[in-house]
């Protein structure tokens, strides 16, 4: 049964493996935001975007309220003019997401949520923004590698912030 227990293991890996995420995109060249580094693909902004204004920010506040709404990313997009802007969006979607994640119940995950896809109960939606946010991040390793850099080993928890490392390391 996917209750608040499981949630919270959930969250738990998402917490270690976004700081390992920030690092990655902390990683993308200042001047290539807005470039196509993968031809047919999102701008490294809009896929950034994407993958923290509506997998994680939209989707678990909608888990949280009852229904998800879509982000507007081309306006979000629009307004990034610098890494810093991305980086600072980056952490206010996440710190959104995380009181969010604090106020789910194990009824809004037993009950139905209202999406752009139909409705879904809403340990399903979590385990698409699980699934999703894995999937983008792989995509954000793409473009570092495509544009020149390298991206952090996938699981180096330890070399996270503080915040971001497995709890055992940060009570001992």
Known sequence: MFDRKVLNAYWD??????????????????????SRPIQNMRTPNELVVHL????????????????IKAADEKAIVARLKTREDLIRFVNESW????????????ANLSGMVK?????????????????EFFHHRGQVYAYVRQLGGEPPMMWDFEHNAAEFQPKAAQTA
């Open 95 to 106: 710190a959104a997401s995380d009181k969010a994640v604090s106020a789910i119940t194990d």
């Open 115 to 131: 999406s752009p896809w139909g409705d879904l109960p809403g340990f399903v939606c979590m385990g698409i923004v699980h699934d």
């Open 52 to 67: 923290y204004g509506m997998v994680v920010r939209a989707m678990i506040e909608g888990v949280a309220s009852g229904e």
């Open 13 to 34: 890996n998402t917490r270690q493996a976004h700081g390992i995420a920030l690092r990655t995109i902390e990683l993308l060249p200042a001047d290539k935001l807005d």
